[in-house]
């Protein structure tokens, strides 16, 4: 019975990274690299390749397109960031009526066709980000990491 199970040889060279060890790459890719003491905000694929062979030693060489290879079948990008910001509105009356006064204007502007113009300006272009509120998210399947935006805003100097 045990040599039916057995899978058939198969041709090419043998697997020289194993399950365990794809798996213990993809994990590292998840966490951020400020925790193993490396000086980026977010992996490449050199870095992580370094990290996994000679670092960690996870393997005993790897190619940092290998590396890619590894992410890409487990969907993963640690290399792309998005951001993410949780509005702090204090009156959500007034701000709906605010809302309301924007999607009219541009409603008008898409009937009226060429004959009217609308122009919008962004009133702070001079913040600056300062500080963190929340945790940055690591990716995940399917996702980029997920960057907190800021509370603390200040003029930039």
Known sequence: MLALLRDRPRSGAPRRITLSQRQQIVALACEAPEDFGIEMTQWNREALAQEVAVDKGIV????????????????????KSRYWLNPKIKDWQVFAGRVQ????????????????????????????ALERIHADQPAVKGAARRLMNTKEMAPRR
């Open 60 to 79: 005993e060489t790897i190619s940092p397109r290998y590396v890619s290879v590894v992410l890409k079948k487990n969907e993963l990008q640690p290399h």
């Open 101 to 128: 006064v924007i999607c009219t204007l541009i409603l008008e502007v898409i009937k009226a066709g060429s004959s009217k113009h609308l122009i919008s300006v962004d009133e702070k272009t001079g913040i600056q």
